[in-house]
């Protein structure tokens, strides 16, 4: 340090311990009181409502003492998840209602676009429909409050694109088999290995809502998932549709394997059996999406109580509920997931934020590679 400034310095009563380069750390930041104040401004300036404060988004949650979800998660889920918010919030009395019939989600969509929902405060939105459900959602800036650490939300579960949706948990897919119908060392190893000639004819099922191919798509391009798709066709395999049903027939022997199973449907019969014959294994690149993506219509009633619904599903306590209930329907990107870590330092292909728009237009080429018609989904 220059020794008249270090004279000067010590004159005016300050103990000098740093050099002149680390003099920068001493000037004051900004505070917290300011940085939310800008963030509110920038979200304001883009439409967006930001709330700076925890404390007061739970006080006027009590005020609303209400809060009606629908959501794409089991029963047993919810039903442990409302426990356990109540606890929390003792004050907001919570219905969960399920979102699960195939048409469901677009009968939704056009009940939202008519204002007919107005007593719902939360609902799951799927991709299929992506872009259309956007000009009816509550613009609250849930990206910017979890940057800000108002609210507990990991920021990467949250869409950059519009701030306001987002995704609960995640998926991978695997190859599920029948342990008895086929060694592990014959289950592929790769996605290419079920074009051979050995698996033509029958010889493993593909699930005809095509979400893994988008996946593939997203990470692999599309015109290898395409290309794909189309020799997939070609091995004439068994076509089904729905993974629970799927998976349970492979556990009763039906059939040996499960082109692109939902790792977590795939678990699901060891859950009650332990002796269960199905068996699951991850190849790479791992097709993973993002899904179970929440949002609050534009005219939700109890929108706090709804903040605090959204940031408890994604805590530790809502993330290990969903992990008893469903194991490894979770979010990649939550605190301590167990998901996160069967994927660490494997190569994926992931549909997430930048790509998952993308879905339905890559879910209707996918169709067409198969060589069905199918009716278009806008």
């Given at each position: 340090m220059n020794e008249i400034l270090r004279t000067k310095l010590i004159t005016l009563g300050i103990l000098v311990t740093m050099d002149i380069c680390a003099l920068t750390s001493v000037l004051p930041a900004?505070?917290?009181?300011?940085?939310?104040?800008?963030?509110?401004?920038?979200?304001?300036?883009?439409?967006?409502?930001?709330?700076?404060?925890?404390?007061?988004?739970?006080?006027?949650?009590?005020?609303?003492?209400?809060?009606?979800?629908?959501?794409?998660?089991?029963?047993?889920?919810?039903?442990a998840m409302i426990t356990a918010f109540k606890k929390q919030y003792p004050s907001i009395d919570v219905d969960v209602e399920e979102l699960t019939p195939t048409d469901a989600p677009q009968r939704?969509?056009?009940?939202?676009?008519?204002?007919?929902?107005?007593d719902w405060d939360v609902f799951p939105m799927v991709a299929d429909y992506w872009t259309e459900y956007i000009p009816y959602l509550k613009r609250f800036d849930v990206l910017g409050m979890a940057a800000q650490k108002v609210l507990a939300i990991p920021p990467a579960m949250i869409d950059p694109r519009n701030r306001n949706i987002m995704s609960v948990g995640s998926a991978i897919f695997v190859v599920g088999y029948n342990k008895k119908l086929i060694s592990e060392e014959r289950v592929p190893n790769n996605w290419e290995q079920f074009l051979k000639p050995e698996f033509k004819g029958k010889k493993f099922m593909v699930d005809l809502r095509p979400q893994g191919f988008a996946a593939l798509a997203a990470g692999l391009g599309e015109?290898?998932?395409?290309?794909?798709?189309?020799?997939?066709?070609?091995?004439?395999?068994?076509?089904?549709?729905?993974?629970?049903?799927?998976?349970?027939?492979?556990?009763?022997?039906?059939?040996?394997?499960?082109?692109?199973?939902y790792y977590h449907s795939c678990l699901r019969p060891a859950k009650k059996d332990p002796d269960t014959p199905v068996g699951c294994k991850i190849i790479e690149?791992?097709?993973?999406?993002?899904?179970?993506?929440?949002?609050?219509?534009?005219?939700?009633?109890?929108?706090?109580?709804?903040?605090?619904?959204?940031?408890?599903?994604?805590?530790?306590e809502g993330q290990d509920i969903i992990n008893k209930n469903e194991p490894m329907n979770l979010s990649i990107y939550a605190s301590e997931s167990e998901l996160a870590k069967v994927i660490q330092g494997k190569k994926l292909?992931?549909?997430?934020?930048?790509?998952?728009?993308?879905?339905?237009?890559?879910?209707?080429?996918?169709?067409?590679?198969?060589?069905?018609?199918?009716?278009?989904v806008k």
């Open positions: 900004a505070s917290p009181s300011a940085t939310l104040a800008k963030a509110k401004q920038e979200a304001e300036a883009k439409g967006y409502t930001f709330l700076t404060n925890h404390d007061a988004i739970a006080a006027e949650a009590k005020k609303e003492g209400k809060l009606r979800v629908l959501g794409s998660l089991s029963s047993t889920t919810y039903k939704f969509l056009l009940e939202l676009k008519a204002g007919h929902v107005a015109k290898w998932a395409m290309d794909y798709a189309g020799k997939i066709a070609a091995q004439a395999p068994v076509w089904v549709r729905g993974q629970t049903r799927t998976v349970a027939a492979m556990a009763a022997g039906e059939h040996p394997l499960l082109h692109l199973a690149p791992v097709p993973v999406r993002l899904h179970e993506f929440a949002a609050l219509p534009s005219g939700a009633p109890h929108p706090h109580a709804s903040l605090l619904w959204l940031e408890f599903q994604v805590s530790p292909s992931l549909n997430g934020w930048e790509t998952i728009h993308n879905t339905p237009k890559w879910e209707q080429m996918t169709l067409k590679a198969f060589g069905f018609p199918n009716a278009e």
